[in-house]
C-alpha cells in the first residue's frame, strides 16, 4: 500500500550535520505518524524520531533530542531528519517507516535504510 525509500545518508565527520529525506508513494494520503529508527551494528533498533500527520506533534529520542529535527511535507509526500551535532555514536543504518492506523501506533510499511556514518 505504501512504498518508502530513503535518501541523504553518507559519511560525515563528528559535529557535522546531514539531512536524510524519505519519500513515499502509493497509497500516501492513508499515512498517519512517520518515523525514523535506526539500527547501529551489535545493536537492537531503536526510534529516533516520530511526527503526527498534521506535523503538530513530535517525538524525539533521549540520544537525539536537541539535535535533531523531524518534519515532513505532505505535498511532496516526504519525511525529513536534519541530523546536527552528529556524534559517532550516531552511525547506523536509519530506516523510515509509515503507520496507517493512527493510535495504537503500527510501523507497517518501512523504507530499505540508508547508511549513516560519523568519524570522529
Known amino acids: 500500500q505504501v512504498q518508502l525509500v530513503e535518501s541523504g545518508g553518507g559519511l560525515v565527520q563528528a559535529g557535522g550535520s546531514l539531512r536524510l529525506s524519505c519519500a513515499a508513494s502509493?497509497?500516501?494520503?492513508?499515512?498517519?505518524?512517520l518515523a525514523w529508527f535506526r539500527q547501529a551494528p551489535g545493536k537492537e533498533r531503536a526510534v529516533v524520531a516520530a511526527i503526527s500527520r498534521s506535523g503538530s506533534v513530535t517525538y524525539y529520542g533521549d540520544s537525539v533530542k536537541e539535535r535533531f529535527i523531524i518534519s515532513r511535507d505532505n505535498a511532496k509526500n516526504t519525511v525529513y531528519l536534519q541530523m546536527n551535532s552528529l556524534k559517532p555514536e550516531d552511525t547506523a543504518v536509519y530506516y523510515c517507516?509509515?503507520?496507517?492506523?493512527?493510535?495504537?501506533?503500527?510501523?507497517?510499511?518501512w523504507g530499505p535504510g540508508t547508511q549513516v556514518t560519523v568519524s570522529s
Open positions: 517507516a509509515s503507520d496507517l492506523s493512527g493510535s495504537p501506533i503500527k510501523y507497517e510499511y
Open positions: 502509493g497509497r500516501t494520503s492513508s499515512i498517519y505518524t
